[in-house]
């Protein structure tokens, strides 16, 4: 079995994800695609990729593929209280992966310098047993090339000194529209990240299996339906009966509500 | 219009923004029979009165130095009466069948969330009030310390417009808007550039018959934005025009056309027969029509007399083996848009934000590996082929060899203003208008392929009555002049509809459109029962129904990518959980839609987040079998499914046997979303259940094989 550096690592490096705004659009995964297809564990191989079942490589029918990066959309509550959440899952690099701990032939492993997880493909024996062990179900099994893949957190990506400055985050971060997630530094309790988690209480999942999970989940805001919040009325009663009274009649012949705006002086 | 109602009585709008920025203080006569009732009363100059109250006389209700009264009734020159187009308004929203109470049961929103959402808005826009630091000039040279914002803004998209009773609807959101002072405010509705417009826009639409010639340009553009009844593209009887009936008095302000009844009058010969259906992109055999058994029997429907097609030659252009494309005679194959030079233009739907005026390019980055065209290409070919003069020269030759990137650089619609409007000039410095510059293309390019013009602090907001905007605007070639752009809470061009309908003038409506043109052609928004919902019968057919595309299926292009197809291979009908226990529906069941014009089995799937009264689905994701190059048990098409079969393009029968569109009466703009059905359990799901109906399977192309099974790009050695 394989283990973990000997010193947990100072740096950890992961991303902030905002279920508050993430909209659900699945250009996060979309792009992760289209930067690992090219990348560090190129193929995502995708099987029956334009058709029902000519291939039956895989275990389902239909079009599917390797995907780092998948977007689940559920509702929580009910009716009119209900909301509706979309929830961005990919590999967390877990201080403590059980992924890694696992692995047979030290194909997993986590980095020391920056606490990335990652598998080494040339030997990698494909037997599985990280997938079963990571309860988030972040790995990502190659049957064409009977290797287990993952999120690398665009590690080509990220030191890539032939790519500007800007660009040098994962691509899931810099494609996303909303703004939803982050990348950064998590064991720098003053980096931007730290300091959104802090303010934003943001979460682990599921923290109780006890593997430290580096990626944070941000919670949704509390619901703000009721403008009372923000100290507006509940009705504009009293200010339409105060409007009533100053309606005084004149001669002009406007009757009525009409009468409160005949002394307006307005200017052009 | 209930929160007008609500505002209206407790007197929270913004007054000054009203008489300085709408016609709110315009004089409307009133004159009940008189050929120009409810019009504007105007100077000998054409110009519209307001009532100043200073001098107590009339004044043009342009002058800056007047205080235009916004209630009361006023003497004409010529003796008769005439109100402020605001008092029109106030009179009608304060009524008591505006108010919460009156509308709560047909809008399905309680009365008391009514008033706390007017309550809400008002205290917004009026306690809250955000208040930049910047220093502005207005349209008459007045200068301004600071930016005041109300910060309401509203998000509506075209869900709205998809409903019979659409335009007024709209209408009555920008008159919200108005009333609160939140247009082009900070924190407020904001224009992205090119607009705003002048209102009306400047531009009408040609195609009257003495307009249209063989052999011979049209004199004009064939959309634009009609004002009164003269604009109309009618024959002398009043019958339409055109082939989709736009422009006529069965939808006069169609500055979109109808595109939805092409087919359908083309196949009736209603205005008249063609010989030659001309397509691009849309994908009218399919998800772009509504009616789709009843379009593609069309498609394929014979003279008995003569055995010819009724429609007897389809020319389509599309880049994909789309449900259209077995219909067509001829096919000129398109490139996708990685192929082919593409320019993303103001004169379209650019780019643009609030704070800057953008456009962009796309440039061929993979050579097209069969034998396909991009279709601007093939449209600049055919006007060079058919001598139209602004595709050749004056000895006949093509003005843009190069074909559509010659074009994008080379063509000018007025001096200076071409396609794209940045890098023009000489030196490529210029901005909006300019020369062209041989290199515009290269310097976008060298841009990232964009150009953006940001504006300064002091042109951002107020722009229809921003001096530095508005000057700022024509010089780029935005607007002609730099004339303050008065929002229209009153719309006169409305009102001389409605006027020739009532018998007024000289272009008149046939009788049987005359009660249809009054009705809906009011200065001011209004409601009505959508018209399909108003001929159904309520119990038959109990819920709502939507469709709408998701982003990847916008028209039809590229939305069969292999790892698109994997997050959205099919769809579902997705119903309330509430409904659906009510109906013994579960998750996953198969149910049956019917309307009043045809049934679908689809499965459906149980959601919270969805009006007990509505159900919906995604748009274009169901395929018919053999279409797009996919298997023929792609989920697709075995499982994914189109509400458009249970949409019919045509209202029922009425009164004569005239079938209107479903559609808005005023801009003809296909009524998707008035469609009312009922849902009833069709079966639990099982291995093998397919949606229905399914459609014979389309041949595959004999040409083109079928895409690889399995796909491992950038593996070792290649795929």
């Not at chain 1, 920056?114 to 988030?136: E, F, M, Q, R, T």
């Not at chain 1, 950064?184 to 999970?213: A, C, F, H, T």
């Amino acid at each position: 079995m394989t283990s973990l550096p000997a010193r947990p690592s100072a740096v950890k490096l992961g991303l902030v994800i905002d279920l508050d705004i993430c909209v659900g659009c699945h250009a996060c995964a979309v792009n992760c695609k289209e930067w690992n297809a090219g990348g560090h564990s190129a193929p995502m191989t995708d099987w029956n990729a334009y058709s029902g079942t000519e291939s039956h490589e895989g275990e389902d029918a239909g079009a599917w593929g390797v995907g780092f990066n998948r977007v689940h959309t559920f509702e929580v509550g009910q009716g009119t209280e209900s909301r509706t959440v979309h929830f961005p899952r990919s590999c967390l690099h877990c201080e403590e992966p059980e992924c890694v701990r696992v692995c047979p032939t030290g194909a997993s492993y986590k980095r020391e310098e920056d606490g990335i997880v990652l598998v080494n493909a040339d030997i990698c024996i494909g037997c599985k047993l990280c997938s079963w062990a990571c309860p988030y179900g972040a790995r990502e099994y190659d049957h064409s090339d009977g290797v287990m893949k993952k999120c690398t957190l665009c590690v080509d990506r990220i030191y890539n000194e032939n790519l500007e400055e800007i660009d040098r985050i994962p691509a899931c971060v810099a494609t996303c529209p909303a703004g939803a997630r982050h990348f950064g530094d998590l064991g720098d309790p003053n980096s931007g990240v730290s300091v959104m988690v802090k303010e934003r209480q943001g979460y682990d999942l599921m923290p109780e299996m006890g593997y430290g999970p580096t990626n944070k989940y941000l919670p949704p805001r509390a619901r703000r339906d009721q403008g009372a919040e923000n100290g507006a009325p509940v009705s504009l009663a009293a200010l339409a009966a105060q409007a009533q009274s100053e309606a005084v009649p004149n001669g002009n012949g406007v009757g009525g509500a009409l009468l409160r705006w005949v002394d307006s002086v307005l200017s052009r | 219009m209930a929160i007008i109602h609500e505002l209206l009585n407790a007197n929270q709008i913004d007054l000054d923004y009203l008489v300085r920025y709408t016609n709110a203080p315009w004089l409307v006569i009133q004159d009940e029979g008189a050929g120009d009732h409810g019009l504007f009363a105007r100077d000998d100059e054409g110009r519209p009165l307001s009532w100043n109250k200073s001098a107590d006389a009339l004044a043009p209700a342009a002058a800056t130095d007047i205080t235009p009264a916004i209630v009361g009734s006023f003497t004409l020159a010529d003796g008769r009466k005439a109100v402020p187009a605001f008092q029109l308004l106030a009179e009608r929203y304060m009524g008591e069948e505006y108010s919460p109470d009156a509308v709560a049961g047909r809008c399905g929103i309680g009365a008391d969330v009514i008033r706390r959402l007017a309550a809400e808005i008002a205290h917004v826009a009026f306690q809250e009030t955000v208040e930049l630091d910047v220093e502005w000039t207005d349209w008459a040279g007045r200068k301004h310390d600071k930016m005041i914002g109300r910060p309401v803004a509203m998000h509506a998209m075209r869900g709205i417009s998809a409903h019979s009773n659409g335009f007024h609807t709209c209408r009555a959101l920008h008159v919200l808007q108005i009333l609160i002072g939140s247009i082009d405010v900070p924190g407020g509705f904001r224009y992205k550039p090119p607009f705003p417009k002048p209102a009306p826009p400047p531009l009408k639409p040609a195609g009257k018959p003495g307009q249209v010639k063989p052999e011979t340009p049209m004199p004009g553009p064939p959309l634009g934005f009609t004002t009164g009844p003269e604009d109309l593209l009618v024959a002398e009887d009043g019958s339409a025009a055109r082939i989709d009936k736009a422009f006529s008095w069965e939808a006069p302000m169609s500055a979109h056309g109808l595109m939805h009844l092409v087919i359908s009058n083309a196949h009736k010969g209603d205005p008249y027969p063609i010989d030659t259906l001309f397509m691009y992109m849309a994908n009218m055999g399919w998800n772009s029509s509504m009616n789709v058994p009843g379009t593609i029997a069309m498609l394929t429907d014979k003279d008995e007399a003569t055995g010819e097609y009724k429609i007897p030659r389809i020319i389509y252009s599309d880049a994909y083996f789309s449900e259209t494309i077995p219909y067509a005679d001829l096919i000129l194959p398109d490139t996708t848009y990685l192929e082919r030079w593409d320019c993303i233009s103001l004169l379209d739907r650019p780019i643009c934000d609030a704070n800057g005026v953008a456009d962009s390019i796309r440039q061929p980055v993979v050579a097209p590996d069969r034998d396909v065209r991009p279709f601007q290409d093939v449209l600049i070919e055919l006007g060079t082929r058919l001598g139209l003069p602004a595709f050749t020269t004056e000895d006949g030759d093509a003005k843009f060899p190069g074909g559509y990137p010659d074009y994008i650089v080379n063509h000018e619609r007025a001096p200076g203003i071409g396609p794209l409007a940045g890098f023009r000039g000489e030196d490529g410095k210029s901005e909006g208008k300019g020369a062209v510059n041989p290199e515009q293309l290269d310097r976008y390019i060298e841009n990232q392929c964009f150009w953006r013009h940001e504006f300064e602090p002091t042109e951002r907001f107020f722009k229809h009555s921003n001096q530095a905007y508005l000057e700022k605007a024509t010089a780029m070639g935005l607007i002609g002049a730099p004339n303050q752009i008065v929002l229209q809470l009153y719309v006169e061009a409305m009102q001389k509809f409605r006027l020739a309908a009532e018998g007024h003038g000289a272009v008149q409506p046939p009788d049987a459109h005359r009660e249809r043109v009054k009705t809906y052609f009011d200065p001011l928004p209004i409601w009505y029962t959508p018209f399909e919902e108003a001929r159904v019968d309520e119990t038959a057919f109990p819920m709502h129904a939507l469709t709408q595309r998701p982003m990847a299926m916008y028209h039809s292009w590229g939305a069969q990518n292999a790892w698109l197809r994997q997050i959205h291979g099919y769809n579902r009908l997705y119903i309330s959980r509430t409904r659906a226990e009510k109906l013994g529906i579960a998750d996953d069941d198969w149910v049956r839609v019917t309307s009043n014009h045809g049934s679908v089995k689809v499965q459906c799937r149980l959601m919270e987040g969805v009006n007990e009264d509505t159900v919906w689905t995604w748009n274009a994701i169901g395929k018919r079998r053999g279409a797009w190059n996919l298997a023929p048990d792609a989920p697709e098409a075995t499982k994914g499914f189109l509400l458009n079969h249970v949409i019919s393009e045509l209202l029922p029968e009425k009164g004569a046997g005239h079938r209107y569109a479903n559609a808005d009466p005023v801009t003809g703009q296909a009524a998707w979303f008035d469609l009312r059905v009922r849902i009833e359990k069709a079966v639990e799901d099982q291995p093998g259940e397919t949606s229905e109906p399914q459609f014979a399977p389309l041949s595959p192309v004999a040409t083109v094989p079928r895409g690889a099974a399995v796909l491992r790009f950038g593996a070792k050695g290649g795929q």
